[in-house]
């Protein structure tokens, strides 16, 4: 049973910082690529960054470069995201996907399309 739990999320302050965590199992995160995405109200879900289990190479959204970290430890079976200079528009709740490694679809590395297993979100709020 491939399962995805995020914690970490809470209130953060403009400017200020917050990590959020994703538990995995069911898998070995060396042979997956595992996502962070959001969804505000009102808002479509989108991307966030993504990181390679395997080879931890990375990839960010511009709305998020330099400010954001994703990392992975793999003892740990666990992604982080690292949030700095936190904007009011970061506000969402946050979503741990992964998809298996050799399956891309074509859509991006930040399409929800390319992810075929979800966690049940964690809920940040960014205000003063």
């Known amino acids: 049973q491939l399962q995805l739990v995020e914690s970490g999320g809470g209130l953060g302050q403009p400017g200020g910082s917050l990590t959020l965590s994703c538990a995995a199992s069911?898998?070995?995160?060396?042979?997956?690529?595992l996502a962070w995405f959001r969804q505000a109200p009102g808002k479509d879900r989108e991307g966030v960054s993504v990181?390679?289990?395997?080879?931890?190479?990375?990839y960010y959204a511009g709305s998020v470069k330099g400010r954001f970290t994703i990392s992975r430890d793999n003892a740990k079976n666990t992604v982080y995201l690292q949030m700095s200079s936190l904007k009011v528009e970061d506000a969402g709740v946050y979503y741990c996907?992964?998809?298996?490694?050799?399956?891309?679809?074509?859509?991006?590395?930040?399409?929800?399309?390319?992810?075929?297993?979800w966690g049940q979100g964690t809920q940040v709020t960014v205000s003063s």
């Open positions: 990181i390679s289990g395997k080879d931890g190479s990375t």
């Open positions: 996907a992964s998809r298996q490694l050799g399956t891309p679809r074509g859509r991006g590395p930040l399409s929800s399309d390319e992810y075929d297993y």
């Open positions: 069911g898998f070995t995160l060396d042979d997956y690529a």
